[in-house]
């Protein structure tokens, strides 16, 4: 059969979804994906019966499709795809119109001055009841050392028009204009318990957090606002919140995207939301880190993306970290200043730790963002932290500066600690939990070139311990290899190995 005459006995199936950045999946009776778009697809199909699958955030929904033989052409519009979202947009799962309102209004209000030249807009709400508590509850603003700025406990704005009646899911929303900066956003849970993350405040710009109370410590009866989910846009001064604007609905997909790791929204699209009516600099930001995730980012695209953020926004340390994920790319020499702040994006942060292992001093070792490395909270997007004690200095010691690789390996050869004895040694020897992941991490490697070690002759000594030339132990022991394996900056790392080996040399391991 020609080519030609195959596909005259195909269908022409045309696939419309509600968004342009709502992925579509085919699949047919076999179970086999047999096509894949984003926002429209069009594909001739042989007869027989299909499932067309539409992605929109984290909510899916399928619709079967018979191609029947002799029709030329079938059209399949996408159902309207209302995800869950923290921020209250048209169409969404829970959609009132006493939050959109109040959401629009209260963003266009100062209810405090901290500052001048950037604001921070909360809006909060409880979906789970509709009795009248207080959403805001254990949430706070700080400076960057830790100083109370604004408690927004009983707080909240509910509004002018709207007043919180039964029936309604209740919410509270509440502006502060600040100096541009960057600031801590807690949430307090007990006197031992209390999450954080960085929220940035741009020159000229409306930072906008929205945030639903939610069950945040498991075991704690009592529910706060969830950071962890937190939906973030940025404004222009003065322009507000619209919660019937396409652009922030759109944003809220690229998010949702960095939660589910899929590159939902192409870079040439991210670059038309930079450009247009509200210059959307978050969803620039998550455009550009979901562009990441794709095996085949566009560096050149992704250039302009990151230069055109640079022009909206100034030196923001999300934007850096694409910088310097540029400048690893493509070779270039840039200067960077030091990371002594966490950014928001978790992805971000990864950046940043891989990139210390070239430049230790990177992320200093007293600073906030090591103190809080190895405290990270959840699997989120977001950089979120159990909150450190201010003066914390459990991880400090007198040598800061990165261990050269080779005193690195000749300190980890000598730990021979089998890994059934771990939980002893970390007890006996006090270890914080970062020093016990390390320890862990050693016992791996040592059980692994001992195994090396009885099927080949060593051809190499590095410390007392004979290892095999090429193996695990010498490759897995490069400064990069450490720091993506713990996590955490390669100052920390240097640190941790310090004193977790002057903690097993004082127990007698």
Request: net charge negative.
């Amino acid at each position: 059969m020609s080519n030609s005459e195959e596909q005259m006995g195909k269908v022409h199936l045309v696939v419309a979804a509600d968004t342009p950045f709502t992925e579509i999946f085919i699949i047919d009776g076999q179970f086999r994906r047999v096509g894949k778009g984003l926002g429209n697809l069009e594909i001739d199909l042989p007869p027989g019966l299909y499932n067309v699958k539409f992605k929109s955030g984290s909510l899916i929904k399928q619709i079967p499709a018979i191609l029947e033989q002799g029709n030329a052409e079938k059209v399949i519009r996408a159902p309207t795809m209302k995800f869950s979202s923290p921020a209250p947009f048209n169409d969404t799962l829970v959609t009132h119109e006493y939050h959109c309102e109040p959401a629009e209004e209260l963003s266009r209000q100062v209810h405090a001055n901290k500052g001048s030249g950037s604001q921070i807009f909360i809006f909060t709400r409880d979906l789970e009841t509709k009795e009248p508590t207080d959403t805001m509850k254990g949430l706070s603003l700080h400076e960057l050392s830790g100083r109370l700025l604004i408690d927004f406990s009983g707080i909240g704005k509910t509004g002018s028009k709207w007043v919180m009646k039964e029936g309604m899911n209740p919410w509270g929303g509440y502006t502060v204009s600040v100096t541009p900066g960057i600031y801590r956003l807690r949430v307090y849970i007990s006197e031992s318990q209390s999450l954080e993350q960085t929220i940035v405040a741009c020159g000229g710009w409306q930072t906008q957090i929205f945030l639903k109370v939610a069950d945040c410590i498991p075991g704690e009866p009592t529910r706060y606002p969830d950071l962890t989910d937190a939906s973030i846009f940025m404004t222009e001064l003065n322009v507000g919140y619209f919660y019937h604007n396409e652009e922030f609905r759109l944003t809220e997909i690229a998010r949702q995207g960095l939660v589910n790791r899929r590159d939902v929204v192409p870079l040439r699209d991210v670059d038309r939301l930079l450009r247009g009516k509200f210059n959307n600099p978050m969803a620039g930001i998550y455009g550009a880190h979901l562009s990441l995730l794709s095996p085949e980012a566009d560096i050149r695209l992704l250039d302009e993306v990151v230069n055109n953020l640079y022009r909206l926004i100034g030196d923001h340390p999300d934007v850096r970290a694409l910088g310097i994920y540029l400048a690893r790319m493509t070779g270039k020499t840039i200067s960077i200043t030091p990371y002594s702040v966490p950014p928001m994006l978790r992805s971000s942060w990864d950046i940043v730790v891989d990139e210390t292992a070239i430049r230790p001093d990177l992320v200093p070792v007293e600073s906030l963002a090591a103190r809080v490395s190895d405290r990270l909270w959840g699997f989120t997007p977001w950089m979120v932290w159990q909150k450190p004690e201010e003066l914390d200095t459990h991880r400090l010691i007198d040598k800061t500066e990165s261990i050269g690789m080779d005193e690195l390996t000749v300190k980890m050869s000598k730990v021979t600690v089998n890994r059934r004895m771990l939980r002893t040694v970390a007890q006996q020897a006090g270890l914080t939990p970062l020093e016990e992941n390390l320890l862990s991490y050693m016992s791996d490697i040592t059980d692994v070139n001992t195994r090396l070690e009885s099927k080949a002759e060593p051809s190499n000594i590095v410390g007392s311990l004979p290892v095999v030339k090429g193996s695990p132990f010498v490759e897995n022991f490069e400064q990069r290899k450490i720091v993506q394996k713990l996590g955490v900056p390669s100052s920390v790392a240097s640190a941790a190995v310090e004193s977790l080996m002057s903690k097993l040399e004082r127990s007698g391991f």
